[in-house]
DNA sequence: TTTATTGCAAAATGTTTGCATAGCC
DNA sequence: GGCTATGCAAACATTTTGCAATAAA
């Protein structure tokens, strides 16, 4: 089966291919799906998408292919305080705010200038690779329409 | 057996009191754990300490108090991409530093100010009760020290 | 052809639950 | 004394692993 030549999806071969990995239909078909719906599923989620239109795949390869996609720096991992680990393709810099209330997660923009006021509070010795920032709160009925 | 009477636990008493909740020795003694060791330990390693002095407890009742103590304000919840939940009894506003080489956690002051300038990047309609940032990386050799 | 990746099933990990007993208020 | 919290064991949810078969490069 070949690409079925989405949009994004080129990046993905382009980014495997750098890490001498290979571009397989499901990698394919898990990247799709993440970014056709971006409202941050579990693995377990995925796996229900996917097997739509891939009904052999198994829940292994799509932790396997989530890990391959967080790997390749296509795909953000995000863990709340109470359930299993969401996956997120939104690679601008950005924080969580999760509902407590509907469980949902939305993406909140953070400028990059506060990105970096940030990265200053570490001190002398401290290198990150990545900061994440997450919200836990409640939010007004009028604003659940955003979700992304 | 009464309290230990430490230094802190007074204000564990006042805060269950104020939740209705009893104040156990359990509760007391994992309390007392969390502040005296601060360097976020898992359920299972709140449980290895307290059994010291506590042979009799479970790990359930280790689970089951640690969630109390969330409940109560007095310690906070911190997750990682990969891993067990671990516990904080550090209140002050503060982020945490994630060294990928050791699994060591560190706290990070955050200035009010700037907890409040991310707390602006939510749009209206959001309310956020908690926000948490975390940061992943490694940190030079020298820095190893100050592991709170 | 070579070697990474898949699918399956089983295992490991981390956490929660049900229930009888103990003990705080 | 009443009712919450504990301890135990079993259940549960999530993720990882081992290995033979498959398929990408």
């Known amino acids: 089966m070949r690409s079925s030549s989405s ?19 499901q990698r394919e ?22 097997r739509v239109e891939m009904p052999s795949i198994s829940l292994a390869t799509v932790y396997n292919c989530l890990e391959t996609l967080v790997q390749c720096d296509l ?19 950005h924080a969580h705010f999760h509902d407590e209330q509907s469980g949902a997660t939305h993406d909140i923009d953070v400028p990059a200038e506060i990105m970096e006021r940030i990265r200053e509070l570490l001190p002398a010795g401290y290198a990150a690779k990545s900061i994440e920032i997450t919200f836990h709160g409640r939010m007004a009925e009028a604003a659940n329409e955003q979700a992304r």
């Open 75 to 93: 795909v953000r991992q995000v863990n709340f305080e109470r359930g299993p680990t969401r996956y997120c393709p939104n690679l601008h810099p």
């Open 7 to 25: 949009d994004h999806p080129a990046k993905l071969a382009e980014r495997l291919a750098h890490s001498g990995l290979r571009n397989t239909p």
């Open 29 to 50: 078909v898990i990247y799709r799906a993440l970014l056709g719906k971006r409202d941050h599923p579990t693995a377990d989620e995925v796996y229900s998408r996917v």
